[in-house]
């Protein structure tokens, strides 16, 4: 079964055109990364995979079953997801915010959530605020929230912003393991973020897309499009590998 399929999808948001007539199917687990400058429409197409916005034109489906507005709440059941925009969570504490969680997806609360963030190897008081926690804890806690009603599909846009190497390991680590059975959709503008753990990539570029494409070692070749599009990147990655090997 294809676990998430789109078709012909478009859209524009206030007369400019987003997405154009895109088509992807994923159809085994892995992750699977989206990358494209900024501004070229990769939250927006999340969003419309999320039912937070309606498509133009054209299909979605998760698991076979079309996204409407009769089948979104059951359909959401199955997906877990995490947006940049958090501000509105920053003034309450991990414990809310996950009670507020399990009470949206019908789930008993449990007694402890140690077991639930040692999944992302998280040791914080659930007293804490969101706003209080460094930007790695919060986006570990963050996608501690997304796994908890046990999903099959992961949406994460720019999970890695702002993050530093070790924080950004760590997550690599997370969502890998979670990959092993199910679908890890993420967007990204750098392709290094996702170059080492993704197994396929869609290329979007001002309202078009490419196809999802095999992933490939930053020392290894890329296809024309990422050389397009991240020209002045990779030059900089390449010098930095051979300097490496000097």
Not at 7 to 18: P, R, Y
Request: charged residues 20%.
């Amino acid at each position: 079964m294809e676990r998430l399929r789109l078709k012909n999808l478009k859209k524009s948001i206030n007369g400019h055109e987003i997405i154009n007539d895109l088509n992807v199917a994923i159809n085994d687990p892995g992750i699977y990364g989206i990358i494209g400058p900024n501004g070229t429409g990769k939250t927006t197409l999340l969003k419309c995979v999320c039912g937070l916005l309606i498509p133009d034109e054209g299909d979605i489906y998760v698991d076979g079953v079309p996204l409407s507005p009769a089948s979104r709440s059951k359909i959401l059941q199955n997906i877990g997801s995490v947006f940049t925009q958090s501000e509105f969570l920053l003034d309450k504490s991990a414990s809310d915010i996950l009670k507020e969680h399990y009470y949206y997806y019908g789930l008993n609360v449990p007694q402890s959530w140690k077991p639930l963030l040692n999944k992302v190897s998280l040791q914080i008081s659930c007293q804490m605020k969101l706003g209080a926690m460094s930007l790695g804890m919060r986006q570990k806690f963050l996608l501690a929230v997304a796994i908890s009603h046990h999903p099959r599909m992961l949406i994460l846009d720019e999970p890695f912003n702002g993050l530093d190497v070790e924080a950004v390991r760590a997550i690599q680590t997370i969502l890998t393991n979670f990959s092993k059975n199910n679908v890890v959709v993420i967007t990204s503008h750098l392709f290094e973020d996702l170059g080492s753990i993704a197994s396929s990539i869609l290329v979007m570029s001002e309202g078009h897309v490419g196809h999802f494409e095999r992933s490939y070692p930053l020392n290894g070749s890329f296809s024309e499009g990422l050389k397009k599009i991240y020209k002045d990147q990779i030059q900089a990655i390449n010098k930095q590998l051979s300097d490496k090997e000097i």
